[in-house]
């Protein structure tokens, strides 16, 4: 590559430089420094198709911080990449030399100025966040793109993002008043709108500034028919330099020039932005949405003319490849509940305003006039968000969705997906698109934004095969001059990175391009800034991601990975879209929302094992300290295998890990200890109430916290002697290893006189002996139901040694249990239980460990919650609940359980707790607890479990008054909750048996609240 100025372009610097620039980097930064192998890799890619490792990577806490690594970086003579969330699909922040992460201190929303609509923020601000800031006074910043979760406004600010609203909202350069930047040199600048004179005084200064302010001008001024002929005349556009804007302002009477608006969407090749003054709009208070059903992606797109003539604020199209997908996974499930038929595409319109009446007047039309001119099947109108939500879910998550259909490494791939044409030649623009693909033989997802003629097209490439490459560029090749037939634009939304520039002198001419060359020339004369973006740009097929992965070496593993191409091939899944770095939402990462650090999100662990997975030894790298500490944080909540659209199964790989690190350094102590939790559960209950005096002896709590890392500040458990297993004993109840002796006990329920058959409920390793009564409100309720209870307690289920990464032992006992399940119940017949970690093992880690155990296979399809069999009984009629009850009436705030929300979701048991008459049932959208098991109750993680309570749990149910009764499904939620929040937690079970009508075993004093033991768990 070759410098504007004419020097060679800066080369990677040998093993010796690194050195250096590592130690003068921590000698000058406030921020974290880091040059080590596994950062490097983490940071050697983006969401794109490339990766480039760098040598080292900076997270500045400031402007300052920028300004000394760019200084350091000079003098070592490599380049600097700014990132922000790394979700560039196209390349951007891919890069040799000094990565920059903005995001993970300079993330401050600075000031709101409502009079003035604006906001200062710091380059890694995330959009949501910004929102969320704006929000209580109406406002809210107005290009909306689909990652708004995690991507920065400064990674806006380097692509010139749009998203859904572009049509009203125009795009980021449309919104951005000031930048405070670092230039080449490490010089600070504020950028924005200057009037002429301030111009001339400013291009009379010695310096780079000054020289920026004389020189631009001329570049505009000598190119004007070229700018003025090159520049596409569509305006959705993101790629190449705006020169067309600043020819535009220096034409004006005035002559102001903006460099603000002018570095926006140059992807960090001109200037490092560390703050910008934005503006914002005032948020609608209203939106609805009219969802066209269409048989053809064809007819969607002919529905757009009418919809726009409705002054629409979005038009999104998804086709059938992405709407299949949802459905197949747990967090969407609810979209296909509101469908009409089997449609091949949809179409969303959506309309905003703060008049409802005006906006359903505006859905009525157009779908009258998607009815007269036959546009369509079926419109299905969304005014409230409850009806919203599920559409807006999918919608949002398109891409997501469509990379989860990845095989290996045939993956729906960024490289024609940005292209956007005047939206009347949109219909006809499309088919000879598809034409192109159907020709190469390339499958595709379409999605994207009808109302600006954009739509996000990624056909199925394999990367690892040559043949493919180089079909992919013919693609590439086709799709740009088809584009420019029709007058679009190649870059629409997503920047030219790596994935376009190469087409840039062709798309702009050679004029136009050279005057774009000067322009980075004088920004940037040695060629510092994200070298090879937008111009002087390497082959598109270069750098290729997979490729470049060596071929994994064999491996041998405890847990089955071969149908996703083993445990490399299960990590390598991650396309880095970064959905786990998400926050204020959902569960997924709770160590990345604690800690905001790249390698505590799913992305970032999946990374590090695919790293760890590539080399000679891979055995041996599993045992690598370092790797250790990037999975050090993961709770092992299982949300990133429902949450993550390509079903990363980190807590899974984690498990894996775990074991040949043991392999390598041992079995620890307290890993021994916990995986032992049944025994060591059941002896305390034996021995209680003596067993619980540790608990409360400070001594003894700190030689716990030496010799086992058990955090003092934690409450242990407390036991109860009169566990589960003793009370179904004592009242004659059968057992999966003991038949029930005839007769027995007072509202046991013989299997004669059972309609409803035998159900087994698993008396799992830790409400047993600590919330008895949590099981036997269950067995209670479901013998009133009409069902002969079998109890299974002959030992656990593996959870707490799979955990541990103790596989064997756990094998062993998932083994044990389903073979007695298998044989000592009858066929079909469910088996249910009251702590989802445990239940949900059997159906998930019992056949990832036994994929070939025909008793595990049996079991495992038998698995229901005991939710669902209870709601059965009381909609039946067979239970009946009574509008006196104390739980009667009440306001509910349920927490789900993290396995259950990844398994099978939590619609069952907010379902029964409806059923509780006129009970207001609130769901949590609160995330994991913190607690995870074992995680919460180990010192070093103390803190970190803490944190990820307060983030938004711990807030929820302290803004809730006294009268609102709060329910967890899991015990190391009701544990989380009474520490964190001094509230007790009930077992939905538990509010639901104490609102029986009448009937069944102590039922009169189960009316009123009764826990076990002195602790709600």
């Known amino acids: 590559m070759t410098a504007i100025s004419g020097d060679a372009a800066p080369a990677a610097a040998p093993a010796a430089t690194a050195r250096e620039v590592e130690a003068r ?12 192998d596994y950062t490097r890799h983490l940071f050697s890619r983006d969401a794109s198709m490339y990766a480039i490792e760098p040598l080292g990577v900076v997270f500045p806490r400031h402007a300052g911080d920028v300004q000394a690594a760019l200084t350091a970086a000079a003098e070592a003579g490599i380049p600097v990449v700014p990132r922000g969330a790394g979700t560039s699909l196209a390349g951007q922040t891919t890069g040799p030399g000094l990565v920059l992460d903005l995001s993970r201190h300079m993330n401050r929303v600075v000031e709101i100025d409502t009079d003035a609509r604006t906001a200062l923020v710091e380059a890694g601000v995330v959009q949501d966040q910004l929102n969320r800031a704006a929000a209580p006074h109406g406002l809210m910043f107005g290009p909306d793109t689909s990652t708004s979760n995690r991507a920065t406004i400064g990674g806006m600010i380097g692509n010139n993002s749009a998203g859904s609203g572009s049509i009203r909202y125009g795009m980021t350069i449309d919104h951005v008043r000031e930048l405070d930047v670092v230039l080449s040199d490490a010089t600070l600048a504020r950028l924005g709108p200057v009037a002429r004179d301030v111009r001339e005084q400013r291009a009379a200064l010695p310096t780079l500034e000054g020289r920026i302010h004389r020189e631009l001008p001329r570049i505009a001024e000598e190119n004007a028919t070229a700018i003025a002929e090159g520049m596409p005349g569509f305006w959705r556009r993101a790629g190449g330099y705006r020169l067309d804007r600043l020819a535009g302002q220096l034409a004006s009477p005035d002559g102001e020039l903006d460099l603000a608006k002018f570095v926006v969407g140059s992807e960090g090749t001109l200037v490092l932005a560390t703050r910008a003054l934005v503006d914002l709009v005032p948020k609608p208070s209203r939106t609805v949405i009219a969802v066209g059903h269409f048989t053809s992606v064809a007819g969607a797109i002919a529905a757009t003319e009418d919809a726009l003539t409705c002054d629409p604020s979005a038009v999104e199209m998804m086709d059938r490849t992405i709407l299949d997908l949802s459905r197949q996974r747990i967090e969407y499930a609810s979209l296909g509940t509101i469908l009409e038929g089997d449609p091949e595409a949809l179409l969303f319109v959506s309309f905003t305003g703060d008049d409802e009446r005006e906006l359903v007047g505006r859905l009525e039309r157009l779908t009258a006039l998607w009815r007269r001119h036959r ?15 599920a559409l807006l879910k999918v919608r949002k998550s398109s891409l997501g969705l469509l990379m989860a259909a990845s095989e290996g490494t045939r993956r729906p791939l960024a490289f024609i997906e940005d292209t956007a044409v005047d939206p009347v030649h949109l219909a006809d623009y499309t088919r000879r698109f598809k034409e192109v693909l159907d020709r190469h033989g390339l499958d595709a997802g379409f999605y994207g934004h009808c109302s600006v003629g954009c739509l996000h097209i990624r056909p199925f490439v394999d990367t690892a095969d040559p043949a493919q490459v180089a079909t992919m560029r013919s693609v590439a090749e086709e799709i740009k001059d088809l584009v420019r037939e029709y007058g679009g634009v190649n870059s629409s939304e997503h920047g030219d990175g790596l994935a376009r520039s190469e087409f840039n002198r062709e798309l702009f001419g050679d004029e136009l391009y ?8 004088v920004f940037d004369p040695d060629d510092r800034l994200n070298p090879g973006k937008i111009v002087d740009a390497p082959a598109m097929t270069e750098n290729l991601r997979d490729p470049a992965l060596p071929p994994a070496s064999e491996l041998r593993t405890r847990l089955d990975f071969e149908v996703v191409g083993g445990m490399r091939g299960a990590a390598d899944r991650c396309m880095n879209i970064g959905l786990c770095r998400k926050a204020g939402a959902g569960t997924m990462c709770p160590s990345y929302m604690a800690t905001l650090k790249e390698e505590d999100s799913t992305r970032g662990r999946a990374n590090a094992l695919v790293k760890a997975l590539s080399e000679p030894d891979p055995h041996r790298a599993l ?13 092992m909540c299982k949300a990133c295998k429902s949450e993550c659209p390509l079903g990363v199964d980190m807590a899974t790989l984690k498990a894996e890990t775990l074991a040949h690190h043991h392999d390598e350094h041992g079995v620890p102590r307290r890993s021994r200890v916990f995986a032992s939790i049944r025994r060591l559960n059941r002896l305390g209950s034996a021995t209680a109430p003596l067993s619980n005096l540790p608990g409360r002896i400070p001594l003894l709590r700190r ?16 036991f109860v002697r009169g566990n589960l297993v003793r009370w179904f004993r004592r009242r004659g109840g059968a057992t999966a290893q003991q038949p029930r002796p005839a007769g027995g006990a007072r509202g046991s329920r013989s299997e004669a006189d059972a309609p409803q058959g035998t159900v087994t409920y698993l008396a799992d390793s830790f409400t047993t002996y600590t919330e008895p009564g949590i099981g036997r409100a269950a067995i209670e309720l479901l013998e009133l139901a009409g069902w002969h209870v079998a109890l299974e307690s002959g030992g656990c289920c593996g959870r707490s040694a799979f955990s541990k990464g103790l596989l064997d032992e756990a094998k062993d006992q998932a083994r044990a249990l389903a073979r007695r399940l298998a044989e000592n119940t009858p066929a079909d017949s469910p088996v249910v239980g009251c702590e989802p970690s445990c239940l949900m093992t059997l159906r998930d880690e019992h056949r990832a460990m036994l994929p070939d155990d025909e008793a595990v296979a049996d079991v495992s399809g038998r698995v229901r919650q005991v939710e669902e069999l209870l709601t059965e009984a009381i909609d039946d009629g067979r239970l009946r609940l009574a509008a006196g009850a104390w739980p009667a009436g009440r306001r509910i705030l349920y927490h789900g359980h993290c396995h259950q929300k990844a398994e099978v979701g939590t619609a069952a048991t907010v379902e ?14 609160a995330g994991c607890c913190g607690m995870a098991g074992s995680f ?5 993680h103390y803190e970190t479990s803490m944190t990820v309570g307060g983030d938004r749990l711990f807030p929820a149910i302290g803004a809730e008054p006294d009268g609102t009764l709060v329910a967890a499904s899991g015990v190391s939620c009701r544990q989380q909750i009474f520490h964190g929040t001094e509230r007790s937690a009930w077992h939905p079970v538990e509010l639901v048996r104490a609102a029986l009508a009448s009937g069944g075993p102590d039922a009169e004093g189960d009316q009123v609240p009764r826990r076990e033991g002195e602790l709600p768990q």
């Open 703 to 718: 030689l716990m916290d030496r010799w086992l890392g058990i955090a003092p500040a934690r409450p242990l458990p407390v």
């Open 25 to 36: 980097l921590r000698g000058q930064v406030e921020g974290e420094v880091r040059f080590d």
């Open 936 to 940: 919460g109750f180990e010192s070093e």
């Open 912 to 925: 029964l707790l409806k059923r509780i008459p006129g009970a207001e049932v609130v769901e949590l959208d």
């Open 514 to 521: 050279e005057a774009m060359r000067r322009v980075k020339g």
């Open 375 to 389: 546009h369509g099947y079926h419109t299905l109108q969304a005014v409230t968000p409850a009806q919203q939500g």
């Open 623 to 635: 045992g690598d300290g370092r790797l250790h500490e990037v999975l050090d944080l993961c709770l």
